[in-house]
């Protein structure tokens, strides 16, 4: 029988891709340096160890406990995370 585990409660940085990402005025001082930002797409690309992801509009983009970037859906993110207050 399989073992069950719990993830450990890590904080992690987070943003969400929302139209204002793409028209607030630039610079944008909530996009984050090396990425790309595609206002056409409406989305960001995230160049990572396992090749560039997308991040479309409303994702969020994680930065791991390493200071890796990668993309997450809403659902997940939801799932997954609650917001951590001072």
Request: charged share 30%.
């Amino acid at each position: 029988m399989a073992r069950k585990f719990r993830k450990k409660p890590v904080v992690i940085e987070a943003a969400q891709v929302t139209v204002e990402t793409f028209t607030a005025s630039h610079p944008n001082p909530e996009h984050i340096q090396g990425l790309v930002y595609d206002p056409i797409e409406m989305c960001v690309f995230i160049d990572t160890l396992e090749g560039r992801m997308r991040a479309d509009l409303y994702d969020w983009i994680i930065r791991g406990v390493r200071g890796e970037l990668y993309p997450c859906k809403p659902d997940i993110f939801e799932a997954t995370y609650e917001e951590v207050t001072p």
